[in-house]
């Protein structure tokens, strides 16, 4: 696609469901990320994937959050048992092996109730 | 020590006037030092981006100012317009097998018309 497509836009689920959240990344772009942003604040960093190579998931920030991504093409990340202080806006972005910019997609607003 | 601090917060700019956000860092293992801009609903998008062996780089309205003893760098957006009312988050990148990006806490710039 032209762009880095996110799905769903918006998610409003009860404490303790899981979540599942998905990116498309554009076409040829070896390298994924996930960030998230909470309400007024900077991006945090997730988990990033580059090619074949193991992923980097120095950010994640509990054994609840999770992330793959299957045939180097789509990334699911995976919140187990939510909880209110997951509620934030997702972020991934997707670069070219070798170029240090990203392109981000619009975001999964999540909301936990 | 992996931090990005920037400044300020936010900031209120007359039409045509200077906009001048600043960061800092403390890794001098960074090699790639992008500015994204963000719109409301939107993901961040690159803006501009220097790398440490150039002291300014210049595109359009939008210049940024490297000093990399002091390990700071700036972005001044000339003739500030209303459309450029956006948060901007600093950012700084780091080789790692892959291109691991901090960001800074982002600044919210309002352009008074």
């Known amino acids: 696609g032209a762009g880095v497509s996110q799905s769903p836009s918006n998610k409003v689920t009860e404490k303790g469901k899981d979540v599942e959240l998905r990116c498309d990344p554009i076409?040829?772009?070896?390298?994924l990320y996930w960030y998230r942003q909470s309400l007024g604040q900077g991006l945090e960093f997730l988990i990033y994937?580059?090619?074949?190579?193991?992923?980097?998931k120095s950010g994640l920030p509990s054994d609840r959050f999770s992330a793959e991504r299957t045939g180097g093409s789509v990334s699911t990340l995976t919140i187990q048992r939510t909880q209110q202080e997951d509620s934030a806006v997702y972020l991934c972005?997707?670069?070219?092996?070798?170029?240090?910019?990203?392109?981000f997609g619009s975001g999964t607003r999540l909301t936990v109730v | 020590q992996q931090q990005v601090k920037q400044s300020p917060q936010s900031l209120i700019v007359q039409k045509g006037g200077i906009s001048i956000i600043n960061c800092a860092y403390e890794n001098t293992a960074f090699d790639y030092f992008p500015w994204y801009q963000q719109f409301p609903g939107k993901g961040p998008a690159l803006l501009i981006a220097i790398r440490p062996d150039v002291s300014e780089k210049k595109e359009g309205r939008f210049t940024i100012s490297f000093n990399k003893s002091a390990k700071q760098f700036s972005l001044h957006i000339m003739d500030s317009q209303p459309g450029d009312s956006a948060t901007y988050f600093c950012?700084?990148?780091?080789?790692?097998?892959?291109?691991?990006?901090?960001f800074g806490a982002g600044t919210r710039l309002f352009v008074k018309a």
């Open positions: 950012a700084a990148s780091i080789g790692t097998g892959g291109f691991k990006t901090i």
């Open positions: 076409s040829g772009h070896t390298a």
């Open positions: 994937f580059q090619g074949n190579s193991a992923p980097d």
């Open positions: 972005a997707s670069s070219f092996s070798g170029d240090y910019g990203y392109t």
